[in-house]
Structure formats: C-alpha cells, structure tokens
Nanobody, 126 residues
Framework: QVQLVESGGGLVQPGGSLRLSCAAS????????MAWYRQAPGEERELVTA????????YYAESVKGRFAISRDNTKNTVDLQMSRLKPEDTAVYYC???????????????????WGQGTQVTVSS
C-alpha cells in the first residue's frame, strides 16, 4: 500500500512560481513511477508530468513544457513539482500519483496510476 501526501499549493499571481511536494509512505519508493495529474473544474483529469523509477526519464504535457520541472529523491521518498511562469489556466487541483508501472504521454489514462494523493489546490489569479 502506498500513501501519498501533497503539500505546497496555494494562491499565486500570474507569472509567479510554486513548488509542490509529495511525500510517499511506502517501503520501496524506488519501485514506483511517479506523476502529477491535475483537474480543473468541469474538466477531465490531465497528466501533467511523469518520472520513472530512477528519474532518468521524464514526460511533460505540452502545456507545461519549459515551465514545470519534476524531480524525485529516492532517499527521502519524495517527488517535487517546480512550477514557474504560472498562468491562470494552470489553476486546478494537483494530484500526486504512483504506480509500479511507468506510464506517460497522451495515451496514459488516469487509471494507469493506482495510488493517488488527496490533492492540493493551485490557484493562479491576480
């Protein structure tokens, strides 16, 4: 069983930055691929970024490429999402997710990741 707890959400002005963190309670964190999904009101869940078990393969949605950066620390059981140059359309609930299998790209359905955190709200507004 994997428990995921996100932190770091909040209100930020357009152009600003936020760093989300996810702490995983699991025995062998390095066995799990990690990702961040987001869901805006009235929208479907969207895969924002994913990172494989060792961190040497990452994926970014086109909408965040060049602005967001995912990283993981397998010694601390954490995965972070650094968000820069935030836009109002980045407003959503952000979820940290995990699975033994690495899934990325447009064809990766939310169900591919079996473990989800409770989510943290990110609001980009002036």
């Amino acid at each position: 069983q994997v428990q995921l707890v996100e932190s770091g959400g909040g209100l930020v002005q357009p152009g600003g930055s936020l760093r989300l963190s996810c702490a995983a309670s699991v025995r062998f964190f390095s066995d799990y691929a990690m990702a961040w999904y987001r869901q805006a009101p009235g929208e479907e869940r969207e895969l924002v970024t994913a990172i494989n078990w060792t961190g040497d393969e990452v994926y970014y949605a086109e909408s965040v490429k060049g602005r967001f950066a995912i990283s993981r620390d397998n010694t601390k059981n954490t995965v972070d999402l650094q968000m820069s140059r935030l836009k109002p359309e980045d407003t959503a609930v952000y979820y940290c997710v995990a699975d033994l299998n690495y899934c990325s790209g447009y064809g990766c359905r939310p169900e591919e990741y079996h473990y989800w955190g409770q989510g943290t709200q990110v609001t980009v507004s002036s």
